[in-house]
């Protein structure tokens, strides 16, 4: 245990950077987060790289939007570049947004949207949304969705938009599904599928994120012993580029960013494994 320790904070200095936060823009957001408390708490917490990422749909993109949706779009997350007042030398702030992949077809962002963004994060997990990222019939059904996780893994790196995604916000981790599911689809999904899935990602130069989000209150060792464990060591074998995000929805949460420090010594990386965009 003492081991752990010391070797998980050799790798906090490979913490230098979140670039998946949600501020009060994002309306699913828990607490009040303002983008200059964010910009505080990176400072004292040493990151060099600090990026927003409110959930977005571009209205250039013509889709059954549910409400959540078409209530975010660009002209409204963007309005986090006026709310920044707290002046910064230390950190470098990032503008993006963390949109949408439905139905393992639609993306919620056209190329000029993209163009403006200095990042942009998709998830394909964000299944919780039945009907609108995935056919309810699929959920509660590892076989179905564990397939469909793969089909739109992949068809985010066969996307003819591919090379605007910075990375795939936490892949293959289903969204507010308890552990046990969770670890029941990594458990579905071979490590060759696995293996196809981060070979197409580093062939279209896309980012793997480590999202903190899930493990938030788990400690090293039950970090270590989750089957996620599985599927970013096979990320990693496939020589996939990865990013830092915490997907704080709330100031309280940023702190989730420590966590990535005992990821990385698990799965064995370092910051030279890193996205060129955090480097
Ligand atoms: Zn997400
Ligand atoms: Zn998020």
Same mark, same amino acid.
């Given at each position: 245990?003492?081991?752990?320790?010391?070797?998980?904070?050799? &790798?906090?200095?490979?913490?230098?950077?979140?670039?998946?936060?949600?501020?009060?823009?994002?309306?699913?957001?828990?607490?009040?987060?303002?983008?200059?408390?964010?910009?505080? $708490?990176?400072?004292?917490?040493?990151?060099?790289?600090?990026?927003?990422?409110?959930?977005?749909? $571009?209205?250039?993109?013509?889709?059954?939007?549910?409400?959540? &949706?078409?209530?975010?779009? &660009?002209?409204?997350?963007?309005?986090?570049?006026?709310?920044?007042?707290?002046?910064? $030398?230390?950190?470098?702030?990032?503008?993006?947004?963390?949109?949408?992949?439905?139905?393992?077809?639609?993306?919620?962002?056209?190329?000029?949207?993209?163009?403006?963004?200095?990042?942009?994060?998709?998830?394909?997990? =964000?299944?919780?949304?039945?009907?609108?990222?995935?056919?309810?019939?699929?959920?509660?059904?590892?076989?179905?969705?564990?397939?469909?996780?793969?089909?739109?893994?992949?068809?985010?790196?066969?996307?003819?938009?591919?090379? &605007?995604?910075? %990375? #795939?916000? =936490?892949?293959?981790?289903? #969204?507010?599904?308890?552990?046990?599911?969770?670890?029941?689809?990594?458990?579905?999904?071979?490590?060759?599928?696995?293996?196809?899935?981060?070979? %197409?990602?580093?062939?279209?130069?896309?980012?793997?994120?480590?999202?903190?989000?899930?493990?938030?209150?788990?400690?090293?060792?039950?970090?270590?012993?989750?089957?996620?464990?599985?599927?970013?060591?096979?990320? %990693?074998?496939?020589?996939?580029?990865?990013?830092?995000?915490?997907?704080?929805?709330?100031?309280?949460?940023?702190?989730?960013?420590?966590?990535?420090?005992?990821?990385?010594?698990?799965?064995?990386?370092? $910051?030279?494994?890193?996205?060129?965009?955090?480097?």
């Amino acid at each position: 245990m003492k081991e752990n320790m010391s070797e998980d904070s050799n &790798y906090r200095r490979y913490v230098d950077h979140d670039i998946h936060t949600h501020t009060h823009l994002s309306l699913c957001c828990h607490e009040a987060g303002i983008a200059d408390t964010y910009i505080k $708490d990176a400072e004292k917490r040493g990151l060099r790289i600090l990026g927003f990422s409110d959930h977005m749909w $571009d209205n250039k993109i013509n889709y059954p939007l549910t409400d959540f &949706y078409k209530a975010q779009d &660009y002209e409204h997350i963007i309005q986090i570049k006026s709310e920044i007042s707290e002046k910064t $030398d230390k950190l470098k702030i990032l503008i993006g947004a963390e949109t949408e992949f439905c139905m393992a077809d639609t993306l919620g962002i056209s190329e000029s949207c993209a163009e403006k963004l200095d990042f942009v994060l998709v998830p394909h997990s =964000h299944t919780h949304m039945l009907d609108f990222v995935m056919p309810k019939e699929y959920d509660n059904n590892i076989e179905k969705h564990s397939d469909y996780l793969v089909k739109s893994f992949m068809a985010l790196c066969r996307h003819p938009m591919r090379r &605007y995604i910075t %990375a #795939i916000a =936490h892949p293959f981790v289903p #969204i507010c599904k308890k552990s046990d599911y969770c670890e029941r689809i990594y458990e579905a999904i071979s490590d060759n599928t696995f293996t196809e899935c981060f070979d %197409a990602a580093r062939d279209a130069n896309i980012g793997i994120e480590i999202n903190t989000s899930w493990c938030r209150k788990l400690t090293h060792d039950q970090i270590a012993a989750s089957g996620y464990m599985r599927v970013l060591k096979l990320a %990693a074998k496939s020589g996939c580029k990865f990013s830092l995000g915490s997907d704080a929805h709330g100031l309280s949460e940023l702190g989730t960013i420590e966590k990535a420090a005992d990821i990385m010594q698990i799965i064995g990386i370092t $910051d030279r494994d890193f996205i060129s965009l955090v480097k």
